[in-house]
């Protein structure tokens, strides 16, 4: 029978999925997307500066991957379930502190920034990730893809929803942050009911197959994921893993800097703020599209080839940009399309591609170092694009960065081959 009959139909990995899905929706959609808008009504009852309401987004992003480290700890030490758990009550403490004590700047950056990155942190990417690589393997690609796409589906739901609720109650966003630390404690519910931390806790085997089933599984599979046990410290000395890294920080580097700056930009070029707004639609709509894009290809050809097509997106994305102009909108909205696509398609390839190369026990560790890396050197891009503006007066010369490091990302991709393990000697 072939492998794909043998799949257990009371198979948990699938309902996992779904759990992943929901736990990305309500941790990444509300507090992150939604408090994006949130933030925009506190505002005008907390007086500060735009370097200061800016910096608060900074420090998310830091916190979002500076203490993977300690999100892998909590992983391998408490389990996947707890580690859900801990995001959703950080989340929640976060929320609950905006709500009731906020009236200081210094404690929008401490509620935001701090508290509610570190519970993002701990709530979506890392033990996300962990939970697929843990539970598939012919089918990461694709598990992965459907898990991530609902962080852009959360940009369609959460932020134009917590609009309207502050639109319709005079913009109180005590009311706003407390619907977010609900939607939190929520999460930390199904987190606690429907994680599951590997098939061997539920007596399964990975994909649903078991060992005679893995087996048949056809050849291209196998020559996409590696077979051999690796350890962290094994795969740290191989080159791949620094290869991914600078693939890594491409992916990342000029998502950043479009979701700050992409609507100023197309404003300052003759965009309407309501057609800029549509754009920026349009780019986490071809987000979705671009996760499910990389998933199919994830399990046909070697991820790092994904990886190098979804940055070939930023560098025509980027292209575009450098021609924008107000009285023709499909170039605004093209452009959009390719950063959102480019960010989709190599979002699951980074998060799936060391799975595929170093295996199961090692993904958390170098997953988590891989985030924390990202984190400081990616996380400043929004800075890092104003002062450009601010000295050139013009969004040209980061465009130019973006391309110049994707063409880094994508050549050092190329020499990203799956490593082999080194033979032990008799």
């Known amino acids: 029978m072939p492998a794909t009959q043998t799949m257990s139909r009371s198979f948990y990995g699938w309902k996992l999925v779904g759990a992943l899905w929901a736990l990305e929706f309500l941790n990444m959609g509300f507090p992150f997307y939604g408090g994006a808008v949130i933030n925009t009504y506190m505002l005008r009852h907390i007086p500060m500066d735009r370097s200061t309401f800016g910096l608060g987004f900074t420090l998310l992003n830091v916190c979002i991957g500076l203490p993977s480290m300690l999100i892998v700890a909590s992983i391998l030490r408490w389990g996947l379930r707890a580690t859900f758990a801990i995001g959703s009550a950080l989340i929640c403490a976060g929320s609950l502190w905006l709500s009731l004590f906020a009236t200081q700047p210094w404690h929008y950056l401490l509620g935001f920034g701090v508290f509610i990155g570190t519970g993002v942190g701990f709530g979506t990417i890392v033990p996300l990730s962990t939970g697929i690589t843990r539970w598939f393997r012919r089918y990461r690609g694709r598990a992965m893809a459907i898990a991530f796409s609902a962080s852009g589906f959360a940009g369609f739901v959460g932020a134009p929803l917590l609009n309207h609720i502050l639109t319709a109650n005079g913009g109180n966003f005590q009311q706003g942050w407390q619907i977010v630390a609900g939607i939190a404690f929520l999460a930390g519910v199904v ?16 994909d649903g197959l078991d060992p005679e089933a893995l087996a048949a ?155 924390i890396s990202t984190a400081f050197t990616c996380a400043p891009a929004g800075v890092i694009g104003g002062a450009l503006f601010d000295h050139y007066k013009s969004y040209t010369p980061t465009f130019e960065l973006n391309i110049a490091l994707c063409a880094i990302g994508m050549a050092a991709l190329l020499f990203a081959r799956m490593p082999a393990p080194k033979r032990i000697s008799a």
């Open 217 to 371: 599984v056809p050849a291209l599979a196998t020559k996409l994921s590696t077979s051999h046990a690796w350890t962290a410290a094994e795969a740290y000395r191989t080159p791949a893993y620094w290869m991914i890294l600078l693939g890594a920080m491409a992916c990342q580097f000029p998502f950043f800097f479009f979701n700050a700056h992409a609507i100023l930009h197309m404003k300052g070029h003759g965009v309407s703020a309501a057609d800029a707004a549509w754009a920026m639609g349009t780019f986490t709509a071809s987000g979705i599209v671009g996760r499910f894009i990389g998933g199919w290809l994830l399990e046909r050809i070697a991820a790092q080839y994904v990886f190098i097509l979804g940055l070939t997106g930023y560098i025509v994305g980027s292209l575009l940009e450098l021609r924008i102009d107000g009285a023709r909108l499909g170039g605004a909205f093209a452009a959009a399309a390719c950063y959102g696509l480019a960010f989709g398609c190599s979002w699951v390839a980074l998060n799936t591609i060391t799975g595929n190369f170093y295996g199961i026990a090692a993904f958390p560790k170098l997953n988590g170092t891989m985030m």
């Open 191 to 206: 987190a606690w009911l429907f994680v599951k931390d590997s098939p061997d806790s539920m007596g399964q085997h990975i």
